[in-house]
Every structure is written in C-alpha cells, then in structure tokens.
C-alpha cells in the first residue's frame, strides 16, 4: 500500500500532469514542462528503492519525453534538488535550520532559483537536467 501511494504520487502523478499540459502547449504552440526530480536516482540510499525507482523513472521519462515533443516547440526539464528544507524531511525544524546553517540542506529557496533559472532560457536552448546539492551533502 505504501509502495503504491509512492507510485501514484510520484510517477503516475507527474505522467497525468505532462500529458494535460503537452495538450495545453500545444494548443499555444509551445511551452516548458519541468519536473522536479531527485539526486536519489544518483546515490541510491538504503531505505528508498521505490521512491529512487520513482524519481528514475521521471527522469527517463523526460529525457525521452523531450525528443518526442521538441518539434512542437515544447522543452523539457528535470532539477534534482538534493536534500531540501521541506516537510517532507523527518526531523525538526530546528534540525533543518542548523542542517541549513551548516550546508548540508538546501533551503527550498536555492530550489526555486535554479527552477526559474532553467525557465528564464530562451525558447532554443533547453537546460535537460539541473542537479542542485547543498555544499556537504549526504550521498548514503
């Protein structure tokens, strides 16, 4: 059931929104999908093989998306954000402050300026993957 939810969350989820928005990019005649991804394709940390298996398959996903829908004027993207100060991290927010301070958590807004960074391209240049660490990252 857990396997499931990350599924569906995290890779089913990210194929439903990218089919509605080619449509939509389409129609306007082009666009940029992004997807934010995870360095956990890369390090492949004990305890996460299905969220990894999730991530790699957004990131395969969109490598091969990107050639399928180039010649409609639409880029595709992936940032693989290493650890990040979200909700989604299990520790206190104190924890994450100092994990911040000491350079081994990214604060979300280093994410959103790499995001708008890749976005702020020109129409012919398409930045395929970005991966964004904070300075001592945990790899395992």
Not at 37 to 58: F, H
Not at 78 to 98: L, R
Not at 104 to 117: G, Y
Request: hydrophobic share 45%; glycine share 8%.
């Amino acid at each position: 059931e857990d396997w499931r939810y990350v599924i569906d969350a995290n890779l089913t989820g990210y194929l439903a929104c990218a089919r509605a928005a080619i449509l939509r990019m389409q129609e306007q005649g082009g666009g940029h999908l992004l997807f934010v991804g995870s360095i956990s394709t890369e390090i492949k940390a004990a305890g996460e093989s299905v969220y990894a298996a999730t991530k790699a398959g957004i990131q395969a996903f969109a490598e091969t998306l990107r050639k399928e829908v180039a010649d409609k004027r639409i880029r595709v993207s992936v940032i693989q954000p290493g650890s990040v100060d979200t909700e989604m991290q299990k520790c206190s927010a104190e924890e994450k402050q100092t994990a911040v301070a000491e350079g081994r958590m990214l604060p979300a807004k280093d994410v959103a300026d790499a995001i708008l960074f890749v976005l702020g391209r020109s129409a012919n240049c398409d930045i395929v993957n970005l991966r964004i660490e904070s300075l001592v990252q945990k790899t395992a």
